[in-house]
């Protein structure tokens, strides 16, 4: 604050206990609000159903798609989406 321009003007920051439990509260009930979606619809599927969606054959690692590997040209056109 010696540096700033507010430096003729006492300044004094005094830590209020009450911001910081405002925001741990705040932080909880935005957290509470953003996982009752997800988890109400994830209480709606039955366990045979989320057995069936886990247990699915997972592709072979062996099978090798490009020939030529990895350009530096082509990786920087697919991030600019060309």
Excluded: C
């Excluded at 004094?12 to 609000?33: C, K, M, Q, R, Y």
């Amino acid at each position: 604050m010696n540096n700033s321009s507010y430096a003729g003007s006492a300044v004094s920051v005094s830590p209020n206990p009450l911001i910081f439990i405002g925001a741990a509260l705040f932080a909880l009930v935005t957290v509470f609000i953003s996982t009752l979606k997800p988890g109400h619809m994830a209480g709606r599927v039955s366990p045979v159903e989320a057995v069936r969606y886990t247990e699915t054959d997972l592709p072979k690692n062996g099978q090798k798609k490009s020939v030529n590997g990895a350009k530096m040209g082509r990786m920087a056109l697919s991030n600019v989406g060309w």
